[in-house]
């Protein structure tokens, strides 16, 4: 009976739709629209039924969506429908994908389009661009403090550059991935001017009070995101003599979901982009959508009835368009926004595997794969039609936001094993070449995170500051060996700009008042095309770093093993110091298989093949790298792993 009422609202609402929209060709749209109205009627109803002007907001949601549909381009409806024809296309092991702010690495999106070779001689075929619209310049957040979200900053570009290089990678079989910040707004958009200036409807867009009764009850359970330059989650705004909810910072202003003209208007900035030539959107702080008194606000099951909609409503205009979501949070959390009590992704197609990267980060501390091992076996299945996104460096921090049981499993105190990583990656503690600084520490709780470029963090730059060449080539297997496992774990692996040549930390932010206070600037460069040019120059720092991960991209995009079907086997050895896992091919014979090896020891390890092959039929004859070509040392049927390396091998019959 409630799907009959769903499909009765809408035929309403396809009557009632405003004369422009009914007098278009639709019908692809409304086929779509039909076949998803029921989930979006049941979810839009979950989250503002109660409301008397319901109806009235369903119609002004179908509009959007249909108004989006007329606008989209020919190319990209037909890109729409080859996708839906062959809908698990980006599980492929043949996409790679670069994060990379337009300014720094190329000084404008003209720039990105003259460089799109670079990236091609890399192999990258998936890049993303980190967010370009229009903000505050002396409180920006790194970009995510939006002031207007349809207009590109005109330091970086228009939106006509941004269509140019969208068209010219299509032609380049490449995809681009855009941010949408999705969680808050800059205090200086407009929606917040108007509400600053009284318009009640505006100041319904946030969560606004007119004292600290109900902000002194949402602090009870909300955690603090940055302690050190924005304590607490509101700010009083005198102009509009109020306290606003600002989680991040007190320029960033909170939008309010429970309001369905936010959501409505929210999606109509997704589906906009998508029509600019986004492949894919990712979908900012999405953790933070719902908020609610007496709890963290955080994880929110509203928060993915949202998620949810968009997506069903991005799937009647653009199918074609996937969804990253970019949560940092537990592994258990983080993997339902994939969905909950599904079994594809039905949220967002794409998440950060934040878990791995810092695990891998912890390995590399303390040379051994104890945490790394019980980290990733916490780590639960994602959905069908789901994928991870690999990554080891990006332009935030990194958190240290391991579960304190696989902590003490590992033989570790929690609180002093984190202070141990922090002084670690910071060079504080003796013996450490990493050179990175603390971030967002909490005096009250001793909790920090770390900023950094991976080359700093992995020992390049007090290498070259001494001059030792095996610590600069101890530095470079170590950049090597952390790419090597995000190309090879299961996912899409994520190269961050810069890194691929070994770009070291940016100390210019310290003369930038407006930059001095956020460390995480240091790992923001801008690219010197004249260091990326020597990575031409044989023996070079930039050549060897280039080429190695241009030689395992190359290989990885030809191992069908690699792509992403949930095909991941760790194995569990008896030597803490290396870190194992076997991938297969559901729809492959097992011969093609690859077992994945890496020893994150500074001493060469051993593998006991004669154990694997007592367990596993998989491991046969002689074994060959598929990264090198060659076949790695023999010893006694233990297979020798150099200091920071790894393998691919194969051929196991």
Not at 606 to 623: D, F, I, P, Q
């Amino acid at each position: 009976m409630y799907e009959q009422v769903s499909h009765s609202l809408l035929n309403e609402i396809l009557d009632e739709l405003k004369p422009e929209i009914r007098r278009q060709d639709l019908r692809h749209f409304y086929t779509r629209l039909g076949a998803n109205f029921y989930a979006i009627h049941s979810l839009f109803h979950a989250l503002y039924g109660s409301r008397e002007d319901f109806r009235d907001k369903s119609i002004k949601l179908v509009e959007v969506m249909a108004a989006r549909y007329i606008e989209r381009s020919a190319e990209l409806e037909a890109q729409d429908k080859e996708r839906e024809h062959n809908h698990n296309w980006f599980l492929s092991q043949e996409w790679v994908a670069m994060a990379l702010y337009a300014d720094g690495f190329a000084g404008n999106l003209d720039g990105v389009c003259s460089h799109v070779p670079y990236l091609q001689e890399l192999g990258v075929n998936m890049l993303h661009i980190m967010p370009m619209l229009l903000c505050p310049e002396k409180a920006s957040d790194g970009g995510y403090a939006i002031s207007d979200f349809r207009r590109i900053d005109p330091r970086v570009g228009t939106l006509e550059e941004l269509q140019q290089l969208a068209a010219s990678m299509r032609r380049r079989g490449m995809l681009l991935t855009l941010d949408v910040v999705v969680n808050h707004t800059s205090d200086e958009h407009g929606w917040a001017r108007r509400a600053r200036a009284g318009e009640r409807k505006y100041q319904d867009y946030y969560y606004i009070f007119p004292n600290r009764d109900i902000p002194d009850m949402f602090e009870e359970t909300m955690p603090e995101i940055f302690p050190e330059t924005s304590p607490g989650n509101f700010t009083w705004d005198a102009e509009m003599d109020q306290w606003v909810m600002t989680v991040f910072n007190s320029f960033q202003w909170d939008l309010n979901y429970g309001n369905p003209d936010v959501f409505i208007e929210m999606l109509d900035v997704l589906l906009f982009w998508a029509n600019q030539g986004a492949d894919i959107l990712r979908l900012d702080a999405v953790a933070f959508l719902w908020k609610k008194i007496g709890t963290t606000s955080q994880n929110e099951r509203e928060a993915h009835l949202i998620l949810q909609l968009m997506k069903d409503c991005c799937q009647v205009t653009a199918p074609g368009v996937l969804f990253i979501a970019e949560a940092i949070v537990a592994p258990l959390e983080i993997i339902k926004y994939f969905g909950e009590d599904a079994v594809i992704a039905k949220e967002c197609e794409i998440a950060y595997n934040a878990t791995f990267m810092a695990l891998l980060w912890d390995a590399m501390a303390t040379r051994n794969a104890r945490l790394l091992n019980l980290g990733i076996q916490s780590l639960p299945n994602k959905l069908d039609r789901a994928t991870w996104l690999n990554y080891v460096r990006c332009h935030d921090d990194i958190g240290l936001g391991f579960d304190d049981r696989d902590i003490i499993a590992a033989g570790y105190e929690p609180f002093a094993h984190r202070r141990f990583l922090v002084d670690y990656f910071t060079g504080a503690y003796e013996g450490s070449d990493a050179r990175g600084q603390p971030f967002g520490r909490n005096e009250k709780t001793g909790d920090a995170r770390i900023s950094g470029s991976l080359a700093s963090l992995a020992g390049l730059e007090s290498a070259l500051e001494a001059g030792d060449e095996k610590a600069i080539d101890r530095a470079i297997q170590r950049i090597l060996l952390l790419h090597g496992m995000i190309l090879s774990f299961g996912g899409i692996p994520l190269l961050y700009y810069g890194d691929e040549i070994g770009t070291l930390s940016e100390y210019s932010y310290l003369q930038d008042p407006n930059k001095a206070g956020d460390s995480r600037w240091m790992n923001r460069p801008r690219i010197d095309w004249e260091k990326a040019g020597r990575r031409y120059q044989h023996g070079s720092v930039e050549q060897r770093i280039f080429d190695g991960l241009k030689r395992m991209i190359a290989v990885r995009k030809g191992v069908p093993a690699f792509a992403d079907f949930n095909n991941r086997e760790l194995i569990d050895l008896e030597n803490p110091h290396l870190f194992a896992f076997l991938r297969t091919h559901p729809e492959q014979h097992m011969a093609s298989s690859v077992l994945v090896v890496a020893n994150f020891d500074a001493n060469p390890q051993y593998l006991e093949l004669g154990n694997l092959r007592y367990r596993s039929v998989h491991l046969r004859g002689t074994l060959q790298d598929l990264h090198t070509g060659e076949t790695p040392r023999l010893f006694s049927d233990r297979l020798v792993v150099p200091p920071y390396r790894f393998y691919w091998l194969s051929n196991l019959r």
